[in-house]
């Protein structure tokens, strides 16, 4: 069975919460090995804000370099059916013939880094005909909120209710695009970062547990 895809828990896990949730895209619950969910957790919010504190700064963009060799890794060492890239700069466009088109129009998923009042991750999970792309934003708001901030109330941005389990936005490729840093707006090419989520087999053996019959005694 496949996963509903997350929220954050704080304001500061948008980074590991967003590669979890392209696994949980990806493949299904009695696939995924919990050694991922612990290294994922581990290795991302890395950074100290102004104050020394850690993690309060969020991922850095060293992080989600690193999980994509951790995961490629991970793949040849376990067989698990997954390959990463992490792009960067000018390679993070949305566009037909670009690596993350590709990725949405062949049922991968791609963590991106945007902006959202701050540097924030999301999910993309595919196409909207073609000029909207759909994510999961894993920052929890409701469109009823009287108190919801005015950059979102753009036709550019549509709130979707009705497929947690792959987006909850359908955000128009032109905002995305943009160098300016408005709500879902990828800001200057020298900013710009992606990680790209492939399966890459239909068929993968689920795993069991492992644990022992409790009705059995083990001599």
């Not at 304001?11 to 392209?22: A, H, K, Q, R, T």
């Not at 950059?151 to 009705?162: G, R, V």
Request: charged share 25%.
């Amino acid at each position: 069975m496949k996963n509903l895809l997350n929220y954050q828990t704080s304001e500061y896990d948008c980074g590991p919460v967003s590669i979890l949730n392209g696994i949980r895209y990806l493949f299904e619950r009695e696939e995924i090995y919990p050694d991922i969910v612990k290294f994922i957790m581990l290795y991302c919010m890395d950074t100290y804000n102004e104050h020394g504190e850690l993690c309060k700064r969020g991922t850095s963009a060293a992080a989600v370099h690193y999980m994509s060799n951790w995961l490629n890794h991970f793949s040849e060492t376990r067989n698990f059916p997954i390959h990463c890239d992490y792009i960067k700069k000018e390679e993070v466009v949305i566009a037909p013939g670009t690596e993350i088109w590709s990725a949405l129009k062949n049922g991968g998923a791609v963590v991106l880094r945007l902006s959202l009042d701050c540097w924030h991750y999301v999910l993309l999970t595919g196409l909207d005909g073609e000029d909207r792309v759909l994510l999961f934003d894993p920052y929890y708001e409701e469109i009823d909120d009287p108190e919801l901030d005015d950059e979102y109330k753009t036709e550019e941005i549509e709130f979707l209710h009705h497929m947690p389990k792959r987006a909850n936005r359908s955000i128009s490729v032109c905002r995305l695009n943009r160098t300016a840093l408005d709500y879902y707006q990828m800001g200057e090419f020298s900013d710009r970062e992606a990680l790209i989520m492939y399966r890459t087999s239909p068929e993968y053996p689920k795993h069991t547990t492992d644990l022992p019959d409790p009705d059995k005694t083990v001599l």
